[in-house]
């Protein structure tokens, strides 16, 4: 310490404070420049937490709008809307989805990704695309077969929930981040404060020691010099030191009274700079996005401190909320939220617990906002609760996406409310109307007021309760029902007809039935009416059968006694020109011979002619009665019977066996004459000719064929084939009067068939013909 | 080239002696070859050598590129007609993979000195496909023909007349030195028509030939049932002896390309030029018997882009198209959106053409620097955020190249306060329509290098080719004297080295200028067979003819046959329908298979009360024939669960292995192809290879719905 002697005591003396006061610059200028060091990483951490946080909410956003649009093809789809207005939709799921994936490719490529984020990002990918590829399939399908639609619309609603799911966990991995960062921020500035706190008290430690050695190496001389020392030692620092202005030791010491009443000024500023280090610590509080705090445990919230965010989050300056000034914490919290907030806290309190919470509160510019807090107890060393300490940031952004969303959907209702038709959403169980939309109320008379929470039998709008169980049991066996036509009472009491589609409908996993009925009622009336209409065509037509069969009756009787008695004088005519041919034949010349020859003949064929009308006449005369009929023996008789009168003939006959029917036999055997000895006639000049019958199917029903080699005829000429006495041939070339083949058709439709022929010309014809086994 | 160089090719490559050298050498030495991939690698392993080529069989062709509106490519330069047309029309020249033009119908050509004429040697006993000769006197009338109608006017804008001194030597005579008149020659630009056919007085552009060639290439005409395909065969008479090795082509037309995979993956179609379903590559990708080249398409040289239309504030401003292009990530557009597969185009010459400038200014993805440069052109952020808003256009087709690509942009731009709208088009007409009319902010845009840029090049940047109304001319309204200055010389100049001079200067200052933010090349593929010898891999690829074309290793189809209860008399009609479809894809080819299943009368489809019809589907679900039309082909039903929720494939394939005799029964499993109600059906399953299933169904009315 010997080279201290040599310097003059008020270098000692000064020795003391300069080192204080330089310790202390340097510590402060240290702090401050640490704190806003840090302040500025944390930020930085912090904003990239919350842009991820935010972009993640986006993407899950947007994968919700995807997915909502999914279901809205679906249920308009379902409502049978015009494809233009579903198109739009689909367009914009498409761009959605392209918007996903350039989401999922900036995650990917363009933020610095930790481990843990990687790890989540690529276990996003696979549910990504799936969820991608089941959505443009879903509402593909839907617009191409709805029935397929609906299933990938199922599955793309798991994929969508393994999405959400992958969404979650890299929300919460964020946020956990967050948390921590923001923990970390806490802890990093606690333990810097206290650590310029214990080097504060270090160096004045240190500087209390150096003084106190400078004051030794002072008071030994002081003390060996003069009492008056002492005293002015022990004398009142403010005093006027008069002697200070002397150039001895008591000049040196009036001086160095001097130097201490300086010291303790100094002191004073060493003080301000300690809090101005506070002050800046303070600053970094200030700075973060959001509102730090320290509170009593009181309903009214009392502040004890708020930082800077405090402004930017409730509008008022920290010093309007600092113990209550102007205005208690606890008026901002919107009213509702009050009582849960202050039982939340004091229930983690009890649990020794952090808590987290979320409210409004209405700010100085009557704004409000959502935001969510997050505090603890701060308990003193015996476990006295001191205060609450905490963190509030603003979510409203958060909150707004969530009521975008929620608008979202109610676009999606929009198109539900709206809707002509009546669309209600119900409890499967009871019918308990959870949504009704305007065309409900439009149609039944029934309010939004009338129905919401009632069930639908309590309204009685079944007319038949047994159609709703009808409606459940379908849905209950495939999930919707398509068309169900019941009918409804309405408010006022009318009741009308409703065709209803149904599907099921899963609310808060509870079955519910999402139905749409359209009013058919006009249609069913105008049905109604043109059914009474169409009976009253058909009793007219039969009061104009009736009159026709009356009339016909009278023509058959007309006809058949017409022909009857026609018979005699013509059988009179042949029986004279005979007589006079008999006997006078040998006094008529050439001539007359050939006149008489002709009034015979023409005298016979009237009579064939007449006998034909007789017969026609007698089959729509004759009492009907089926039995059954062997076919082929009745045809092998007639062929027998054709053979025997014409045996220089020679016909192959091919008749298939065991064919046979049921019908009238005597009209059957005059039909079948008909029909095989037309065959017989117009196979004349084939040799060897060829006629078969037999048995074949059309459309499902046995018929019958005459088949022949013959002549056959036009087919341009088919339509008079079964006209009275038409003839397609010459009656020089075959014999007949053209009655035969109306006979055959009187006889078919008789037996509710029908009969029909082919041909061609010079390679024969088929006749084929069904009856109606019963009639 | 694997073909025989002639002396006459000697010859050609003496006179073009410096553009060929410099533009080989120019290959070799360019540093930004595509990158080999392994599909480009298999692409060059299956290439084997003439010796082996063996004639015969026929080649099926898928066609993504929409449905051809003629066979005639000297009208119009579309791919759907130029695919089927270049096979039916033979043309003056080839062209090899490395640039170099090769004998085709001109067996030996020349370029006089002065570049003022080209004689053409043609090959002598040549015919059209109705037995006529090909003479000069044809190839005057097409030139004539091309040079009056095709879309290209700068190909052959310089030709006064062809003269015709014998059948076969044609001198072309140009008014000004033409450096790009030999590819001009090339099979897309210059087919051969027949003047006897096409020169008798009829309008040219509504010809009945157009639809039903009359050829001189190696296959021709058979049939063209609209939708559906084209078919081709052999020309017994062609030319070149020997060839064409292939004795069909069959086109499959207007194929979405979900169907297209699933056709190829089932070895039924065995070619698919254009391809650029990006998605669904992976699939294709896993297929053995596949190849997946990117090339081809050198000579199309296909860029995609983001044009601006200058006339408009504020993309007037250099600034704001540099900030623009500082905002856009090429590199997330290529490596995410294209999954790596598109090549980086920076400028407006394809890095595959000789002519590529590989020095250009790169604009980093940066967007403090887009931010400042709208800053200092005067666009400062507003309240809102906001600086400006615009519109942005698309082609409707191709997704991953146009729309999604403006849905990235639209997201990168606001970020740097640029609000985009992307607009939509129904159709490509009227996307075609608005740009052509300037009506238009920015739009993505896809526009061919042609060759040779004084073909697809120039007409975008060239101020006189500001032509309102008309797309893929200069509908930017670019104008810079200097560029005009450097098109023209470039358009007359012959010595290579100069040329390439010339078009540096031009692609380093348009660059500079941005009428146009380059994007990529469009990463087309021509998806192929293993077993095909020779495949298309020139710069012109499948837009050239397939006449060396041969089947090294024809595709073989194992089926399997129906087993023991394979019995067609089965009684339950769902069995014996399933069984006999499988019979009937065994014994005919698919295309016929699948017309008689889809013809109600042949009895495998009622779409009345049973719904009975059948389906066929690959192992991992993918759907190749459903004859109700109730799934559509390509269509992935793996994904697919019953009303129940349980997962169908596996249902279908189980089913398939065991091929009872009896159909199964399932309740809620699958809606009928009419009513699409969803009730109890019977099924019956079998394999008809052993990655094949096919099943046939139907409803089960006494177990319906009405319960």
Same mark, same amino acid.
């Given at each position: 310490?010997?080279?201290?002697?040599?310097?003059?005591?008020?270098?000692?003396?000064?020795?003391?404070?300069?080192?204080?006061?330089?310790?202390?610059?340097?510590?402060?200028?240290?702090?401050?420049?640490?704190?806003?060091?840090?302040?500025?990483?944390?930020?930085?951490?912090?904003?990239?937490?919350?842009?991820?946080?935010?972009?993640?909410?986006?993407?899950?956003?947007?994968?919700?709008?995807?997915?909502?649009?999914?279901?809205?093809?679906?249920?308009?789809?379902?409502?049978?809307?015009?494809?233009?207005?579903?198109?739009?939709?689909?367009?914009?799921?498409?761009?959605?989805?392209?918007?996903?994936?350039?989401?999922?490719?900036?995650?990917?490529?363009?933020?610095?990704?930790?481990?843990?984020?990687?790890?989540?990002?690529?276990?996003?990918?696979?549910?990504?695309?799936?969820?991608?590829?089941?959505?443009?399939?879903?509402?593909?399908?839907?617009?191409?077969?709805?029935?397929?639609?609906?299933?990938?619309?199922?599955?793309?609603?798991?994929?969508?929930?393994?999405?959400?799911?992958?969404?979650?966990?890299?929300?919460?991995?964020?946020?956990?981040?967050?948390?921590?960062?923001?923990?970390?921020?806490?802890?990093?500035?606690?333990?810097?404060?206290?650590?310029?706190?214990?080097?504060?008290?270090?160096?004045?430690?240190?500087?209390?020691?150096?003084?106190?050695?400078?004051?030794?190496?002072?008071?030994?001389?002081?003390?060996?010099?003069?009492?008056?020392?002492?005293?002015?030692?022990?004398?009142?620092?403010?005093?006027?030191?008069?002697?200070?202005?002397?150039?001895?030791?008591?000049?040196?010491?009036?001086?160095?009274?001097?130097?201490?009443?300086?010291?303790?000024?100094?002191?004073?500023?060493?003080?301000?700079?300690?809090?101005?280090?506070?002050?800046?610590?303070?600053?970094?509080?200030?700075?973060?996005?959001?509102?730090?705090?320290?509170?009593?445990?009181?309903?009214?919230?009392?502040?004890?401190?708020?930082?800077?965010?405090?402004?930017?989050?409730?509008?008022?300056?920290?010093?309007?909320?600092?113990?209550?000034?102007?205005?208690?914490?606890?008026?901002?919290?919107?009213?509702?939220?009050?009582?849960?907030?202050?039982?939340?806290?004091?229930?983690?309190?009890?649990?020794?617990?952090?808590?987290?919470?979320?409210?409004?509160?209405?700010?100085?510019?009557?704004?409000?906002?959502?935001?969510?807090?997050?505090?603890?107890?701060?308990?003193?060393?015996?476990?006295?609760?001191?205060?609450?300490?905490?963190?509030?940031?603003?979510?409203?952004?958060?909150?707004?996406?969530?009521?975008?969303?929620?608008?979202?959907?109610?676009?999606?209702?929009?198109?539900?409310?709206?809707?002509?038709?009546?669309?209600?959403?119900?409890?499967?169980?009871?019918?308990?109307?959870?949504?009704?939309?305007?065309?409900?109320?439009?149609?039944?008379?029934?309010?939004?007021?009338?129905?919401?929470?009632?069930?639908?039998?309590?309204?009685?709008?079944?007319?038949?309760?047994?159609?709703?169980?009808?409606?459940?049991?379908?849905?209950?066996?495939?999930?919707?029902?398509?068309?169900?036509?019941?009918?409804?009472?309405?408010?006022?009491?009318?009741?009308?007809?409703?065709?209803?589609?149904?599907?099921?409908?899963?609310?808060?996993?509870?079955?519910?039935?999402?139905?749409?009925?359209?009013?058919?009622?006009?249609?069913?009336?105008?049905?109604?009416?043109?059914?009474?209409?169409?009976?009253?065509?058909?009793?007219?037509?039969?009061?104009?059968?009736?009159?026709?069969?009356?009339?016909?009756?009278?023509?058959?009787?007309?006809?058949?006694?017409?022909?009857?008695?026609?018979?005699?004088?013509?059988?009179?005519?042949?029986?004279?020109?005979?007589?006079?041919?008999?006997?006078?034949?040998?006094?008529?010349?050439?001539?007359?011979?050939?006149?008489?020859?002709?009034?015979?003949?023409?005298?016979?064929?009237?009579?064939?002619?007449?006998?034909?009308?007789?017969?026609?006449?007698?089959?729509?005369?004759?009492?009907?009665?089926?039995?059954?009929?062997?076919?082929?023996?009745?045809?092998?008789?007639?062929?027998?019977?054709?053979?025997?009168?014409?045996?220089?003939?020679?016909?192959?006959?091919?008749?298939?066996?065991?064919?046979?029917?049921?019908?009238?036999?005597?009209?059957?055997?005059?039909?079948?004459?008909?029909?095989?000895?037309?065959?017989?006639?117009?196979?004349?000049?084939?040799?060897?000719?060829?006629?078969?019958?037999?048995?074949?199917?059309?459309?499902?029903?046995?018929?019958?064929?005459?088949?022949?080699?013959?002549?056959?005829?036009?087919?341009?000429?088919?339509?008079?084939?079964?006209?009275?006495?038409?003839?397609?041939?010459?009656?020089?070339?075959?014999?007949?009067?053209?009655?035969?083949?109306?006979?055959?058709?009187?006889?078919?439709?008789?037996?509710?068939?029908?009969?029909?022929?082919?041909?061609?010309?010079?390679?024969?014809?088929?006749?084929?013909?069904?009856?109606?086994?019963?009639? | 080239?694997?073909?025989?160089?002639?002396?006459?090719?000697?010859?050609?490559?003496?006179?073009?002696?410096?553009?060929?050298?410099?533009?080989?050498?120019?290959?070799?030495?360019?540093?930004?070859?595509?990158?080999?991939?392994?599909?480009?690698?298999?692409?060059?392993?299956?290439?084997?050598?003439?010796?082996?080529?063996?004639?015969?069989?026929?080649?099926?062709?898928?066609?993504?590129?929409?449905?051809?509106?003629?066979?005639?490519?000297?009208?119009?330069?579309?791919?759907?007609?130029?695919?089927?047309?270049?096979?039916?029309?033979?043309?003056?020249?080839?062209?090899?993979?490395?640039?170099?033009?090769?004998?085709?119908?001109?067996?030996?050509?020349?370029?006089?000195?002065?570049?003022?004429?080209?004689?053409?040697?043609?090959?002598?006993?040549?015919?059209?496909?109705?037995?006529?000769?090909?003479?000069?006197?044809?190839?005057?009338?097409?030139?004539?023909?091309?040079?009056?109608?095709?879309?290209?006017?700068?190909?052959?804008?310089?030709?006064?007349?062809?003269?015709?001194?014998?059948?076969?030597?044609?001198?072309?005579?140009?008014?000004?030195?033409?450096?790009?008149?030999?590819?001009?020659?090339?099979?897309?630009?210059?087919?051969?028509? !027949?003047?006897? *056919?096409?020169?008798? $007085?009829? /309008?040219? %552009?509504?010809?009945?030939?157009? #639809?039903?060639?009359?050829?001189? &290439?190696?296959?021709?005409?058979?049939?063209?049932?609209?939708?559906?395909?084209?078919?081709?065969?052999?020309?017994?008479?062609?030319?070149?002896?020997?060839?064409?090795?292939?004795?069909?082509?069959?086109?499959?037309?207007?194929?979405?390309?979900?169907?297209?995979?699933?056709?190829?993956?089932?070895?039924?179609?065995?070619?698919? !030029?254009?391809? *650029?379903?990006?998605? $669904?590559? /992976?699939? %294709?990708?896993?297929?053995?018997? #596949?190849?997946?080249?990117?090339? &081809?398409?050198?000579?199309?040289?296909?860029?995609?882009?983001?044009?601006?239309?200058?006339?408009?504030?504020?993309?007037?401003?250099?600034?704001?198209?540099?900030?623009?292009?500082?905002?856009?990530?090429?590199?997330?557009?290529?490596?995410?959106?294209?999954?790596?597969?598109?090549?980086?185009?920076?400028?407006?010459?394809?890095?595959?053409?000789?002519?590529?400038?590989?020095?250009?200014?790169?604009?980093?993805?940066?967007?403090?620097?887009?931010?400042?440069?709208?800053?200092?052109?005067?666009?400062?952020?507003?309240?809102?955020?906001?600086?400006?808003?615009?519109?942005?256009?698309?082609?409707?087709?191709?997704?991953?190249?146009?729309?999604?690509?403006?849905?990235?942009?639209?997201?990168?731009?606001?970020?740097?306060?640029?609000?985009?709208?992307?607009?939509?088009?129904?159709?490509?007409?009227?996307?075609?329509?608005?740009?052509?009319?300037?009506?238009?902010?920015?739009?993505?845009?896809?526009?061919?290098?042609?060759?040779?840029?004084?073909?697809?090049?120039?007409?975008?940047?060239?101020?006189?080719?500001?032509?309102?109304?008309?797309?893929?001319?200069?509908?930017?309204?670019?104008?810079?004297?200097?560029?005009?200055?450097?098109?023209?010389?470039?358009?007359?100049?012959?010595?290579?080295?100069?040329?390439?001079?010339?078009?540096?200067?031009?692609?380093?200052?348009?660059?500079?200028?941005?009428?146009?933010?380059?994007?990529?090349?469009?990463?087309?593929?021509?998806?192929?067979?293993?077993?095909?010898?020779?495949?298309?891999?020139?710069?012109?690829?499948?837009?050239?003819?397939?006449?060396?074309?041969?089947?090294?290793?024809?595709?073989?189809?194992?089926?399997?046959?129906?087993?023991?209860?394979?019995?067609?008399?089965?009684?339950?009609?769902?069995?014996?329908?399933?069984?006999?479809?499988?019979?009937?894809?065994?014994?005919?080819?698919?295309?016929?298979?699948?017309?008689?299943?889809?013809?109600?009368?042949?009895?495998?489809?009622?779409?009345?009360?049973?719904?009975?019809?059948?389906?066929?589907?690959?192992?991992?679900?993918?759907?190749?024939?459903?004859?109700?039309?109730?799934?559509?082909?390509?269509?992935?039903?793996?994904?697919?669960?019953?009303?129940?929720?349980?997962?169908?494939?596996?249902?279908?394939?189980?089913?398939?292995?065991?091929?009872?005799?009896?159909?199964?029964?399932?309740?809620?499993?699958?809606?009928?192809?009419?009513?699409?109600?969803?009730?109890?059906?019977?099924?019956?399953?079998?394999?008809?290879?052993?990655?094949?299933?096919?099943?046939?169904?139907?409803?089960?009315?006494?177990?319906?719905?009405?319960?």
């Amino acid at each position: 310490m010997k080279f201290l002697q040599n310097v003059p005591i008020r270098v000692k003396v000064l020795l003391a404070p300069i080192l204080l006061v330089a310790g202390l610059l340097i510590l402060a200028l240290l702090g401050v420049y640490g704190l806003t060091q840090q302040n500025a990483t944390l930020e930085s951490i912090r904003e990239d937490m919350i842009v991820r946080i935010r972009a993640v909410d986006d993407f899950a956003l947007l994968s919700e709008e995807v997915q909502s649009d999914v279901f809205q093809i679906a249920v308009l789809q379902s409502m049978n809307l015009p494809v233009e207005n579903i198109l739009p939709i689909q367009e914009r799921l498409e761009t959605r989805l392209n918007k996903l994936n350039i989401l999922y490719g900036q995650m990917l490529i363009h933020w610095d990704l930790d481990a843990g984020e990687k790890e989540h990002l690529v276990q996003i990918e696979e549910p990504l695309d799936t969820f991608q590829q089941h959505a443009v399939q879903a509402a593909r399908m839907v617009l191409n077969n709805q029935a397929l639609g609906v299933q990938l619309v199922r599955s793309s609603t798991i994929s969508f929930g393994k999405l959400q799911a992958a969404l979650d966990e890299l929300r919460d991995h964020e946020e956990t981040r967050i948390s921590q960062a923001n923990q970390s921020a806490r802890q990093r500035a606690q333990s810097l404060t206290s650590w310029i706190g214990v080097t504060i008290i270090g160096i004045l430690l240190v500087a209390g020691l150096t003084a106190l050695i400078s004051t030794r190496l002072i008071t030994r001389p002081i003390r060996a010099m003069t009492e008056l020392m002492t005293r002015l030692a022990a004398g009142d620092l403010d005093i006027e030191v008069a002697e200070r202005g002397r150039q001895d030791e008591i000049g040196t010491m009036a001086r160095a009274v001097e130097v201490f009443r300086k010291n303790a000024l100094e002191k004073e500023t060493a003080e301000m700079a300690l809090q101005e280090s506070r002050r800046a610590l303070e600053t970094l509080l200030g700075n973060l996005p959001g509102m730090a705090y320290r509170c009593d445990n009181d309903p009214d919230w009392p502040m004890r401190f708020v930082s800077q965010g405090c402004l930017a989050l409730t509008g008022y300056p920290p010093a309007d909320l600092l113990d209550n000034a102007r205005v208690a914490y606890a008026q901002l919290i919107h009213p509702d939220d009050r009582e849960g907030i202050w039982e939340n806290v004091q229930a983690s309190l009890e649990k020794n617990h952090f808590f987290e919470l979320t409210y409004r509160i209405r700010t100085a510019n009557n704004e409000e906002k959502w935001v969510w807090e997050r505090g603890e107890g701060v308990f003193s060393g015996d476990g006295e609760l001191v205060a609450l300490e905490g963190f509030i940031i603003d979510i409203t952004e958060r909150k707004r996406a969530e009521v975008a969303l929620k608008k979202s959907e109610e676009r999606f209702r929009a198109a539900f409310r709206t809707s002509p038709d009546s669309i209600n959403i119900n409890r499967l169980e009871d019918g308990l109307y959870v949504d009704i939309n305007e065309g409900f109320t439009a149609i039944t008379g029934y309010t939004r007021e009338d129905t919401l929470g009632i069930p639908s039998t309590d309204i009685n709008i079944w007319e038949d309760p047994e159609d709703r169980a009808r409606l459940v049991a379908e849905l209950t066996a495939q999930g919707f029902v398509n068309n169900l036509e019941a009918r409804f009472r309405m408010k006022d009491g009318h009741v009308i007809t409703g065709l209803m589609s149904a599907k099921i409908l899963m609310l808060d996993d509870v079955p519910h039935v999402l139905s749409i009925t359209r009013d058919i009622e006009e249609l069913k009336q105008a049905r109604m009416a043109l059914q009474k209409y169409s009976e009253r065509l058909e009793e007219m037509v039969e009061a104009r059968t009736a009159d026709l069969v009356v009339a016909n009756k009278e023509l058959e009787a007309f006809s058949y006694s017409v022909a009857h008695d026609l018979r005699s004088p013509l059988r009179g005519i042949d029986g004279w020109s005979h007589a006079l041919l008999e006997e006078y034949g040998d006094q008529l010349d050439e001539q007359a011979h050939q006149y008489l020859d002709r009034v015979r003949s023409q005298a016979q064929i009237m009579g064939h002619l007449i006998d034909d009308l007789l017969a026609l006449a007698r089959i729509n005369r004759h009492q009907m009665r089926r039995q059954p009929i062997d076919l082929t023996a009745l045809v092998q008789s007639i062929a027998a019977h054709l053979q025997e009168e014409q045996p220089q003939r020679q016909v192959e006959f091919v008749i298939q066996e065991g064919v046979t029917t049921q019908g009238d036999a005597y009209l059957l055997e005059i039909a079948l004459t008909h029909l095989l000895s037309n065959a017989f006639k117009f196979s004349g000049p084939h040799s060897p000719a060829r006629i078969e019958f037999g048995q074949t199917s059309v459309e499902g029903q046995p018929a019958y064929f005459v088949c022949d080699n013959g002549v056959g005829f036009d087919m341009a000429h088919v339509s008079k084939l079964f006209g009275a006495f038409q003839r397609l041939h010459a009656p020089t070339e075959f014999p007949g009067t053209g009655i035969g083949l109306t006979i055959v058709q009187r006889i078919v439709y008789r037996h509710g068939g029908r009969v029909w022929a082919e041909a061609d010309p010079g390679h024969g014809a088929t006749f084929r013909f069904t009856l109606k086994e019963e009639a | 080239m694997r073909m025989k160089r002639t002396i006459a090719t000697l010859f050609s490559a003496l006179v073009l002696l410096v553009f060929l050298v410099d533009c080989t050498a120019a290959d070799k030495q360019r540093p930004d070859q595509p990158p080999v991939t392994p599909d480009f690698q298999t692409a060059l392993a299956t290439e084997v050598v003439e010796s082996e080529a063996q004639p015969g069989g026929s080649l099926v062709i898928t066609f993504g590129v929409g449905e051809p509106r003629h066979f005639n490519p000297a009208l119009a330069s579309g791919s759907a007609t130029i695919i089927p047309g270049v096979q039916i029309f033979a043309s003056p020249l080839r062209y090899d993979e490395n640039w170099n033009p090769q004998p085709y119908l001109a067996k030996s050509w020349e370029v006089a000195e002065d570049g003022l004429s080209v004689t053409l040697h043609l090959v002598e006993g040549a015919t059209f496909h109705d037995g006529e000769a090909i003479t000069s006197e044809d190839v005057a009338f097409s030139i004539q023909i091309v040079q009056q109608y095709h879309p290209f006017k700068t190909m052959f804008a310089p030709v006064t007349g062809v003269d015709t001194p014998d059948p076969y030597t044609a001198i072309v005579r140009l008014s000004r030195p033409h450096p790009a008149i030999l590819l001009a020659m090339s099979p897309p630009f210059l087919p051969i028509l !027949p003047k006897h *056919i096409y020169g008798d $007085g009829q /309008d040219i %552009l509504t010809h009945p030939a157009n #639809l039903k060639p009359v050829g001189s &290439g190696p296959f021709k005409f058979v049939s063209y049932e609209p939708g559906k395909r084209i078919i081709l065969e052999r020309y017994e008479n062609y030319f070149i002896p020997g060839r064409p090795y292939l004795d069909r082509l069959e086109f499959w037309i207007d194929a979405d390309p979900a169907s297209q995979a699933v056709d190829l993956r089932r070895q039924v179609a065995h070619l698919a !030029p254009d391809y *650029i379903n990006l998605p $669904g590559l /992976d699939y %294709l990708r896993e297929q053995d018997h #596949l190849v997946i080249a990117p090339r &081809g398409y050198e000579a199309i040289g296909p860029i995609n882009w983001l044009a601006f239309n200058l006339l408009r504030q504020p993309l007037n401003d250099v600034r704001v198209r540099q900030a623009i292009a500082h905002a856009i990530d090429p590199d997330f557009i290529l490596q995410y959106l294209h999954e790596g597969l598109s090549q980086r185009a920076p400028g407006p010459i394809t890095p595959d053409s000789p002519f590529f400038e590989p020095d250009l200014p790169d604009y980093a993805y940066d967007l403090q620097k887009a931010t400042q440069l709208l800053d200092e052109a005067g666009y400062p952020l507003q309240e809102d955020g906001v600086r400006f808003a615009l519109t942005l256009d698309y082609i409707p087709i191709t997704p991953s190249q146009q729309h999604d690509v403006a849905t990235y942009i639209q997201h990168q731009l606001k970020e740097v306060g640029i609000v985009v709208q992307v607009r939509d088009s129904d159709s490509f007409p009227e996307w075609a329509k608005r740009i052509g009319d300037w009506d238009f902010d920015m739009t993505m845009d896809v526009v061919f290098n042609w060759g040779d840029p004084v073909i697809g090049v120039h007409r975008t940047y060239i101020s006189d080719n500001i032509r309102r109304g008309v797309v893929w001319s200069n509908t930017q309204n670019y104008s810079n004297p200097r560029i005009d200055e450097i098109l023209t010389q470039a358009a007359v100049e012959l010595d290579f080295g100069k040329r390439k001079a010339l078009y540096s200067e031009f692609q380093k200052i348009v660059t500079q200028e941005l009428p146009v933010l380059w994007i990529n090349v469009v990463p087309y593929r021509t998806i192929y067979h293993r077993g095909l010898g020779n495949p298309p891999l020139t710069i012109w690829g499948v837009h050239s003819p397939l006449d060396e074309v041969y089947w090294r290793q024809p595709p073989q189809k194992k089926f399997i046959t129906p087993s023991a209860i394979a019995d067609k008399t089965a009684l339950d009609p769902v069995v014996r329908t399933g069984v006999r479809a499988i019979q009937l894809l065994q014994d005919q080819d698919f295309y016929t298979a699948r017309q008689q299943l889809q013809d109600p009368t042949q009895d495998f489809l009622e779409l009345g009360k049973s719904g009975r019809h059948v389906i066929g589907f690959t192992r991992e679900g993918r759907v190749f024939l459903d004859n109700s039309g109730q799934l559509q082909a390509g269509m992935n039903i793996s994904i697919l669960l019953d009303m129940v929720g349980n997962p169908v494939l596996p249902i279908l394939i189980e089913s398939a292995q065991q091929a009872g005799t009896e159909a199964i029964h399932m309740d809620r499993f699958w809606p009928h192809p009419t009513t699409q109600q969803v009730g109890a059906i019977s099924i019956w399953c079998g394999l008809l290879t052993r990655e094949e299933i096919v099943c046939a169904l139907a409803w089960d009315e006494a177990e319906g719905v009405g319960k």
